[in-house]
Each structure stands twice: as structure tokens, then as C-alpha cells.
């Protein structure tokens, strides 16, 4: 059986176990074959992450492939029905970590942009890579850090297409031209500790802590918009005890978090925060982890140029969303660049089993380069 140039590229880094932060050779396959086609390679070492930024061409329109190398453990071999890094194709899937999220989509955008470059020699305006291998970690010493560096440099991307799988029921249903910002409070409510039987002389701060939930819990954030839907705000850990079933215990720990729209900003939503948890008169501490700011690419070139993209190749009417949750794209957008998302189906991502389609590796491929026709020709 023949295998298509981005089945073959997309097993090849499939079989580099390159879980986060590792990149275990999967950007170096991928430069020499931007090298050959033109690119000017950099790769950028920071602390515990492997980056690339790579680029053809010096003048605008600047678009950017963006995406990651980095995947999540695998858990337990022995759950999965074929070794997660042997890239195994059966009855037409790809079977591995990361064959969806996302070394597909990265096989699928150096193939693409191999067809484009040689139909198209003299493309307008430059094409650029720009990888990492923490996308699944902390997000520290990935994107940020090469998104810091073009900034110094006053290096623009206009538009930029993050490879997450974003289709849900199939290739090319959603594309996501924005996404919501994420905030997480980590909340400490101090109480005093004390025999359960007499609690007259001790203060429950878990008893506080549901009066506090309870109360943020009723408030409407925003109503969102026609982009957005609204604010939400979910708890996510709640510690506290001792584990005596006779104590009360001194404090209690709530860890919260708001998925927002631009409706709101982050500073509004702490001081609202901050404004219920000081009506309670309680004593408490709050420290706050802004994971990512909103960000949404309205209608224009670059999401005309993907939606009718999808629908040559695939005949599908791509839905725009903004669901889900956070992705590098919220670094790259800040700078003012055009961002969105376009990947394959996301069904069995971080999961035993993670596969996708081989048909839809190769469509993804000539959906990637009808983009780079459209906008680059």
C-alpha cells in the first residue's frame, strides 16, 4: 500500500514520542524540509522548549502556520490497541498520540506549502512556521516566548492559521475564529479550627466558602454577544479538612474559573469577585493565574479564504465558533494578527486510541493549500 507525502510525514513524527516539553526530533524533520523550499530556519532553545520560527519571503500580506509538537502521556500502553508511537494505519485511520492533536495538521501544512511553493514560485507576500513544544505544558517557554521576540523585532504576522482540531462531526464543520479568555482564581478562606461538637467556639470556613460559592455562583457575568456566548464561571477544586471527622478545620481551599467574553475584562471580573467575597467580611486570600485574554477574527480575508477553501474541497458550509478552550492562537492574536483555527476531528484527542482519518489527513492538506492560493496568489 502507497501512502500519501502527508500520511507518511504525519507518521514519521507520530513515531517520535515527544511528550511535553520534549520535541524529540519532529522540528528538525520538519526545517530540513522548510530549508529546502526556501525558508530561513531559526530554532530558538528556552529553558525546556524547542521552538521554530521559520520564514520564506520578507513582505506582507504575512501569513503563519502555527501549531505544536508536544503531546500529552499516553497513560497505560497496554489500554491502547496499538503502540501509541507506532503510527499504525488500520482500515484507513492513523493510530497514535498526537495523530490529531496535532502532528497531523503539521504534516498537512508542510505538505501543503511544498505543493504551493513549487506551482508557485513567485508567491506574493511570505509564508512562515512558527512551532513549539509546549503547547501542552505550561505554556511558559513556547509561543509566548517566540511571539515576545518578533514583537522586539517589529516582525508582523498578518494572518495566522492555528492547526487545533477544531471539526467536530466532520473535517471542516467548525472552524474557530476566536476564542474566550481564561481566568482561574485560586481562593483561600481562613476559619478556625475547632472540635466539631463545639463549633461556637470555631469558625467553618468550608460553611463560608458555600455562602461565597454560593453567591458568585448566582451573578450574571455578561450576556455575551454575537461572537461570544456568555461568561461562565465553574468551580474546580475544593480541599479542605484535616481528615478527622471531629475537626473543624482552619481554612479551606477554592479554586475557580472564568471562560470570558470580550464583553468583560479580566480586571472587571476580579474586582467584582473581590467586591462579594468583602461583603461576606470574611478573611480570605486571592492570587489569580490569567491563562489567556479573549481574542475573535471577524468576517475578512482570512476566514472568507478559509470558509471557501472548505467548501471547494470538501463541499461543506464551515460554521465560524468560538467555543472551547484556549489554544496558542491567544498569544498571536495580541499582537493584532488575524487568527483562526482549522484542524481535524477532535473526538478521540487526548484520549486512549487517539486516531483520525487518513482521507481527511489529505483533504486537510489541499484545504491548507487552496488558503495559500487564495490569499498568497
Avoid at 521559520?54 to 491502547?80: I, L, M, N, Q, Y
Avoid at 475537626?247 to 480586571?267: C, K, L, W
Amino acid at each position: 500500500m502507497s501512502f500519501s507525502d502527508t500520511l507518511q510525514l504525519a507518521q514519521a513524527l507520530i513515531q517520535r514520542p515527544s511528550v511535553t516539553p520534549e520535541d524529540a526530533g519532529c522540528q528538525s524533520l520538519m526545517n530540513e524540509r522548510l530549508a529546502s523550499m526556501g525558508f530561513d530556519v531559526e530554532e530558538l532553545f528556552y529553558t525546556d522548549t524547542l521552538n521554530t520560527w521559520a520564514r520564506k519571503g520578507k513582505t506582507s500580506p504575512h501569513f503563519c502556520f502555527a501549531g505544536h509538537t508536544d503531546v500529552v502521556p499516553v497513560g497505560k500502553e497496554s489500554d491502547w490497541l496499538y503502540p501509541p508511537f507506532e503510527g499504525k494505519v488500520v482500515d484507513g485511520y492513523l493510530h497514535g498520540r498526537g495523530a490529531a492533536d496535532m502532528k497531523g495538521s503539521l504534516a498537512a501544512m508542510v505538505v501543503a506549502t511544498e505543493r504551493f511553493v513549487k506551482k508557485h514560485p513567485n508567491h506574493k507576500g511570505s509564508i512562515s512556521f512558527l512551532i513549539t513544544s509546549d503547547e501542552e505544558g505550561p505554556f511558559v517557554n513556547g509561543t509566548t516566548k517566540v511571539v515576545d521576540l518578533l514583537e522586539s523585532r517589529n516582525e508582523k504576522i498578518d494572518m495566522c492559521l492555528v492547526g487545533e482540531p477544531s471539526s467536530r462531526s466532520e473535517l471542516g464543520d467548525v472552524v474557530k475564529n476566536g476564542r474566550r479568555g481564561s481566568l482561574t482564581g485560586h481562593l483561600t478562606i481562613i476559619g478556625k479550627q475547632g472540635h466539631v461538637a463545639y463549633p461556637h467556639l470555631a469558625l467553618n470556613p468550608i460553611h463560608l466558602a458555600s455562602d461565597v460559592i454560593q453567591s458568585l455562583n448566582a451573578i450574571v457575568w455578561d450576556n455575551g454577544n454575537a461572537f461570544f456566548p456568555a461568561t461562565s464561571f465553574q468551580i474546580s477544586n475544593i480541599h479542605g479538612g484535616t481528615g478527622a471527622g471531629n475537626v473543624i478545620p482552619g481554612s479551606v481551599d477554592v479554586q475557580f474559573n472564568f471562560r470570558f467574553s470580550t464583553e468583560v475584562t479580566a480586571d472587571e471580573l476580579k474586582s467584582r469577585v473581590i467586591k462579594v467575597l468583602e461583603s461576606k467580611g470574611i478573611e480570605f486570600r486571592l492570587d489569580w493565574t490569567l491563562n489567556g485574554l479573549p481574542f475573535l477574527t471577524e468576517p475578512g480575508d482570512l476566514l472568507t479564504a478559509t470558509l471557501k477553501a472548505i467548501k471547494t474541497v470538501t463541499g461543506i458550509d464551515s460554521t465560524p465558533e468560538t467555543s472551547g478552550g484556549t489554544s496558542d492562537g491567544r498569544f498571536i492574536a495580541q499582537t493584532g494578527c488575524k487568527v483562526i483555527e482549522l484542524g481535524p476531528l477532535n473526538k478521540t484527542i487526548h484520549q486512549v486510541n487517539e486516531c483520525v482519518s487518513t482521507e481527511s489527513l489529505d483533504k486537510l492538506t489541499d484545504i491548507y493549500e487552496a488558503i495559500l492560493v487564495e490569499l498568497l496568489t
